[in-house]
């Protein structure tokens, strides 16, 4: 059961690096001749939204294996603690 711990790491780790990666860039317009708009540059506030929620995404990953962690320890026999 030494292998169970291991692997919830790893997965809750992967979940919450894919969870905080940015989104894609959007695909080209179809009409070449479409004038193309620059995404409008975000503002000091806006900035800082972003920036807590990708820390509130990665405080909810840590709060995932946590409790993995803690469900782990309930099945774990006793004599390997």
Known sequence: ???LRPLLLATVLSAGTAAAAEPPPPAPPKNP????TSPPEL????????EN????ESLDAV????LL??????D???DEE
Do not use: N, T
């Not at 001749?33 to 193309?36: D, G, H, I, L």
């Not at 962690?69 to 309930?74: H, N, Q, R, Y």
């Open 1 to 3: 059961m030494s292998w």
């Open 33 to 36: 001749s479409e004038k193309r």
């Open 43 to 50: 503002s000091a506030e806006d900035k800082e939204v972003v």
């Open 53 to 56: 929620l990708e820390l509130l």
């Open 63 to 66: 709060e995932d294996l946590e």
């Open 69 to 74: 962690i803690e469900l782990g320890k309930d």
């Open 76 to 78: 774990a026999p006793a």
